[in-house]
């Protein structure tokens, strides 16, 4: 027993000093960014959007839409210095679909999302920036982003009961 103790331990040592070398370069960061002189403010908040009523019949099956309801997202004062935006809607995904936002509340839809939509009615997933749009800086200037929403089924099973969601937007600059 002692024996097989002191192979071990030599040939443990003798893979130690074996080891190669390690080697280790240093890197460097540069961080760029830039400080505006104010940010764009809504000129609605919170933005209702009315999806009206949907017979649970029309989504039939897993992927199925509804119709689309079309919003405007309006900002005012928005930095002289920036000519694009970029709108990302935030919020919790729908089970079974991550390109929808789930409902929210008591008594709600089962198998039921809710998809918002950019301006070629291209379907914004949670957490996914819109493509650039353009605005004109300046306090008398009230920008219009055009955005859409719609109802999805996010399972082949749908039950009725309120269908409401939330999000939260930020915005990108871009000059």
């Not at 809504?42 to 992927?63: F, M």
């Not at 004062?77 to 936002?101: I, R, Y």
């Amino acid at each position: 027993m002692h024996m097989v103790a002191l192979k071990t331990a030599r040939a443990l040592l003798t893979l130690m000093l074996c080891s190669g070398a390690v080697w280790a370069d240093d890197a460097s960061v540069n961080i760029t960014g830039r400080v505006l002189s104010a940010a764009c403010e809504p000129t609605v908040d919170p933005l209702a959007v009315d999806l009206g009523t949907l017979s649970r019949s029309i989504l039939s099956s897993k992927g199925v839409t509804g119709s689309h309801t079309d919003f405007t997202l309006r900002l005012k004062s928005c930095p002289a210095e920036v000519s694009q935006v970029q709108v990302q809607f935030d919020g919790v995904a729908a089970t079974g679909d991550n390109s929808a936002l789930a409902l929210t509340g008591s008594s709600v839809a089962k198998g039921v999302g809710v998809q918002l939509l950019d301006n070629a009615k291209k379907v914004l997933a949670p957490g996914t920036r819109s493509p650039l749009m353009s605005i004109i800086g300046g306090n008398s200037t009230v920008n219009s982003l055009a955005f859409s929403a719609r109802y999805i089924a996010t399972s082949d099973t749908v039950t009725a009961g309120s269908a409401n969601a939330s999000a939260t937007f930020t915005i990108w600059y871009n000059n």
